[in-house]
């Protein structure tokens, strides 16, 4: 990574590469969506901007009709992406800032993101970017990311501020969800914007464990373990009473370059 930058809450690249997997999970359904609206089968060459150790990757690659640029600034994360993808020829990897991409103007039919955008702190920058280097007629898309303002955590209403306070403490827009059509039509993108809707809390105790294992991460400087582990109890309580709920708004936006 760059010098001032670091992965969020501090996470090594093996926990982080944890916690994608199973976000990535979610977003399956909008993702098949959005390969169809831009008939990915019959493009080429995609480029994936914030690729992360690649769990999306080789879905990229498998489904567009050529080559994959995935690009990344956390040089560790991209390690771990090359070696799963060594045997995989259609990927390119490649180091560098979503704000800075190392390509000619109009170089790649699509310029694709997921979970990413809202994870930088200059997102605007960063589609600007990848609208310059999509050809005419091509497709710049943003997918999963998320608004913490329709954050529900009920009946623990604390957990939702903490996730907000967590974010802006890292420079983050909890609000980036919003903002995507804006930031599309202002890359003179002829943008299309939707909305996935996360419900967790049907008691999935892999979901319990991996929420609490990412915020004892990612909180510890903001409240005391005292508080910590009273939540968690309570929400451990919640979710045996058959209570707890959470909602998280993902939004995707589709921009076609003119
Ligand atoms: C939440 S991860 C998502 C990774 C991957 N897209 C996935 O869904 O598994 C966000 C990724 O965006 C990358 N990222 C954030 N800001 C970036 C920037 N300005 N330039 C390049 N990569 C960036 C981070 O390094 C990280 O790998």
């Not at 001032?4 to 090594?12: F, N, Y």
């Not at 990229?60 to 600034?73: E, F, K, N, P």
């Not at 589609?127 to 990311?145: D, H, K, L, N, P």
Request: contains cysteine; glycine residues 10%; charged residues 30%.
């Amino acid at each position: 990574m760059g010098e001032g930058e670091r992965r969020i809450a501090g996470l090594s690249a093996e926990e982080w590469e944890y916690y994608l997997r199973r976000q990535a999970e979610f977003s399956y359904a909008t993702r098949n969506f959005l390969y169809r609206r831009i008939n990915i089968a019959r493009i080429s060459p995609v480029l994936e901007v914030g690729a992360g150790s690649g769990v999306i990757s080789a879905e990229l690659a498998h489904r567009s009709s050529g080559s994959l640029v995935a690009v990344d600034r956390d040089e560790e994360l991209l390690r771990r992406a090359k070696a799963v993808h060594s045997g995989d020829e259609g990927i390119l990897h490649c180091l560098a800032s979503g704000e800075a991409l190392p390509f000619e103007d109009e170089t790649f039919s699509a310029a694709v993101c997921h979970l990413t955008l809202f994870w930088s702190q200059t997102p605007d920058d960063m589609v600007q970017e990848m609208a310059r280097v999509t050809r005419r007629g091509g497709w710049v898309v943003a997918c999963a990311e998320p608004d913490y303002g329709g954050f529900i955590c009920w009946p623990l209403k604390e957990i939702a501020e903490l996730h907000l306070e967590s974010l802006r403490r890292e420079g983050l827009d909890p609000f980036l969800g919003r903002r995507l059509r804006k930031l599309f039509v202002k890359a003179g993108l002829k943008t299309e914007v939707g909305v996935q809707g996360q419900v967790l809390g049907e008691g999935d105790e892999g979901d319990f464990e991996l929420s609490w294992w990412f915020r004892e991460r990612a909180w510890k400087d903001i409240v005391s373990q005292g508080k910590l582990q009273r939540l968690k109890r309570e929400e451990r309580q919640a979710l045996d009473a058959g209570e707890w709920m959470v909602y998280l708004p993902w939004f995707y936006a589709l921009g076609r370059k003119g």
